[in-house]
């Protein structure tokens, strides 16, 4: 599976951004999605991820409150939309793809296909 992140770019505090992130393969409803990131210096870190029937999401903490996770299969695509954006949600952000127990889902182990990432960058 070969995912393709977009929508990152430069927003102002309190501003929003959608990131969106295609899948290759029809088979994308079998994979739960996530999205993470990581901010210079620092590890990888998750943001969000949504199982693969849809109905179920969870979230970081920072995450919770401002940021939404959905995916419409037919599009073989999933979103993360970003509201109140703050200067520590700078980072590059990663989509990816995985089949791991549910109880992996805020680990990257519990993934095996990742895009390229897209840039996040909020300014103050």
């Known amino acids: 599976v070969q995912l393709q992140a977009s929508g990152g770019g430069l927003v102002q505090v309190g501003g929003s951004l959608r990131l969106s992130c295609v899948a290759s393969?029809?088979?994308?409803?079998?994979?739960?999605m996530g999205w993470f990131r990581q901010a210079p210096g620092k590890e990888r870190e998750f943001v969000a991820v949504i199982k693969y029937a849809g109905g179920i999401t969870d979230y970081a903490d920072s995450a919770k409150g401002r940021f939404t996770i959905s995916r419409d299969n037919a599009k073989n695509t999933a979103y993360l939309q970003m509201n109140s954006l703050k200067p520590e949600d700078t980072a590059v952000y990663y989509c990816?793809?995985?089949?791991?127990?549910?109880?992996?889902?805020?680990?990257?182990?519990?993934?095996?296909?990742w895009g390229q990432g897209t840039l996040v960058t909020v300014s103050s």
């Open positions: 990816t793809a995985g089949r791991a127990v549910w109880g992996s889902r805020k680990s990257v182990v519990g993934y095996k296909y």
């Open positions: 393969e029809a088979t994308f409803s079998n994979y739960n």
